[in-house]
């Protein structure tokens, strides 16, 4: 008997439609089919710590500030930082490549793929005549563009939430070119979005700081109980989720990074035991903006001559993995290759053609399991 056509229709409908929620699928170029389930996660918390190289943070541990501008390992204590990285999987190949504008380019860059900011905006706020806002597509509008959500966690945030922008000093050390997201227009300009970035902590662990190296070991760190607060409720997390320590716990002002060191042990097994991370699909990328110390001595020791590579790291629960344990890959990566990880998850389309959307730019998959827990 003849199968009537609008049956083979229907079978068809299916067909296609199985195909397209178990496949990664680009119409053709500049048409993307979104995936509302990611391929490797569905929620992922990036971390940008500041200004050291992988040596500095990773190898062999010292007492802290025993170090010297001879060094040839870790600048203090690194308990953690080898801990995680051994644990997890560790890219030993990851630099910044050309990117301009010291930290706050790095932060522009894993957020847009836009290399070249302006320098002067490291020194001027966003949105004054020595920094226009910048109006490049980024990470924000894509992820809004195709459904997911997103939030922006800053430790020592004198807002509950909002784009705020100006250096806060003690108690709160936070830097506004540590904030990527209120450089961009359609954010710094929209109350909307700017209520997506919010205080990581509900109080200041450092609260006073003589110089700029007071603040260092031995001081107590943050406990970010805020942003734990929303790892710790399904409902309250986001896909995408961008936390930017203070000053003090990213090793920003403290060449010897036994304090971020303690930083990370005190917060980031928090965020790995949470509930998001031991029952949903979510990925922990931890990085470092540049590779060269803050400070030169006399108010700190002077760090040794830095390498390009910087300590990088994707993480997970062990119990509900979605990153591979106890991987190290040589292969070259950069800001970019974090951005493609995120955008190539969701099969989101790249920002920038020559940068993230550039062949030669590869995105981060080894370090992920095809097929995570559900």
Same mark, same amino acid.
């Given at each position: 008997m003849?199968t009537?056509?609008?049956s083979?229709?229907?079978?068809?409908v299916?067909l296609?439609?199985?195909? =397209?929620a178990?496949t990664? /699928?680009?119409?053709?170029?500049?048409v993307?089919?979104?995936? %509302?389930?990611?391929?490797w996660?569905d929620?992922?918390?990036?971390?940008?710590?500041?200004n050291?190289?992988?040596?500095n943070t990773?190898? =062999? !541990?010292? /007492?802290?500030?025993?170090?010297?501008?001879?060094?040839k390992?870790?600048?203090g204590? #690194? %308990?953690?930082f080898?801990?995680?990285?051994?644990?997890?999987?560790l890219?030993?190949?990851?630099?910044i490549?050309?990117?301009?504008a010291?930290?706050?380019?790095?932060?522009?860059?894993i %957020?847009?793929?836009?290399? $070249?900011?302006?320098?002067?905006?490291?020194?001027n706020p *966003?949105?004054?005549?020595?920094c226009?806002l910048?109006t $490049?597509?980024?990470?924000?509008?894509?992820?809004?563009?195709?459904g997911?959500?997103?939030?922006?966690y800053?430790?020592?945030y004198?807002?509950?939430?909002?784009?705020l922008n100006?250096?806060q000093?003690?108690?709160?050390?936070?830097?506004?070119?540590?904030n990527?997201?209120i450089?961009?227009?359609?954010?710094?300009?929209n109350?909307a979005?700017?209520?997506?970035i919010?205080n990581a902590?509900?109080?200041?662990?450092?609260?006073?700081?003589?110089?700029?190296?007071s603040?260092?070991?031995?001081q107590?760190?943050?406990?970010d109980?805020?942003?734990?607060?929303?790892?710790?409720s399904? %409902? !309250?997390?986001s896909?995408?989720?961008?936390?930017?320590p203070?000053?003090?716990?990213?090793?920003h002002d403290c060449n010897?990074?036994?304090?971020?060191?303690?930083w990370m042990?005190?917060?980031?097994?928090?965020i /790995?035991?949470?509930?998001?991370f031991?029952?949903?699909?979510?990925?922990?990328?931890?990085?470092?903006d540049?590779?060269?110390?803050?400070?030169?001595a006399?108010t700190?020791?002077? #760090?040794?001559?830095?390498?390009?590579?910087?300590?990088?790291?994707?993480?997970?629960?062990?119990?509900? *993995?979605?990153?591979v344990?106890?991987?190290?890959s040589?292969?070259p990566?950069t800001?970019y290759?974090?951005?493609?990880?995120?955008e190539?998850?969701?099969n989101?389309p790249?920002?920038?053609?020559?940068?993230?959307?550039?062949?030669?730019?590869?995105?981060?998959?080894?370090? /992920?399991?095809?097929?995570?827990?559900?």
């Open positions: 003849r009537p056509i609008i083979f229709l229907f079978l068809t299916i296609v439609s199985g195909a =397209l178990n990664t /699928l680009s119409v053709s170029n500049s993307y089919i979104p995936l %509302t389930v990611g391929r996660f929620y992922v918390v990036v971390i940008m710590m500041e050291h190289f992988l040596n990773y190898g =062999l !541990s010292v /007492l802290p500030n025993s170090w010297n501008s001879n060094s390992t870790c600048l204590n #690194c %308990t953690y080898n801990l995680l990285a051994n644990s997890n999987g890219a030993e190949n990851y630099t490549d050309s990117i301009q010291g930290s706050l380019g790095d932060y522009i860059a %957020t847009s793929g836009f290399g $070249n900011t302006n320098p002067a905006c490291n020194s *966003p949105g004054s005549g020595g226009t910048l $490049n597509q980024n990470i924000v509008d894509t992820l809004e563009n195709f997911l959500s997103w939030k922006a800053m430790e020592g004198t807002l509950q939430s909002g784009c100006s250096d000093g003690p108690p709160y050390y936070y830097r506004v070119s540590h990527p997201f450089y961009y227009k359609d954010i710094h300009d109350m979005r700017c209520s997506n919010v902590n509900s109080h200041q662990a450092n609260q006073t700081r003589a110089s700029d190296t603040v260092c070991w031995p107590p760190v943050d406990d109980d805020l942003f734990l607060k929303d790892l710790n399904v %409902t !309250s997390a896909n995408y989720m961008f936390l930017t203070n000053t003090a716990d990213d090793a010897d990074v036994s304090l971020s060191n303690a042990n005190r917060v980031i097994p928090q /790995l035991s949470s509930a998001l031991m029952t949903k699909k979510a990925a922990l990328f931890v990085t470092f540049e590779p060269d110390c803050t400070f030169t006399p700190s020791p002077p #760090c040794p001559s830095s390498a390009p590579q910087l300590y990088t790291v994707w993480a997970s629960n062990s119990n509900n *993995p979605t990153t344990p106890g991987f190290k040589l292969n990566y800001h290759s974090a951005l493609k990880t995120i190539d998850n969701w989101l790249h920002l920038v053609p020559s940068t993230d959307g550039s062949p030669s730019t590869q995105n981060m998959q080894e370090f /992920l399991r095809s097929n995570p827990n559900p």
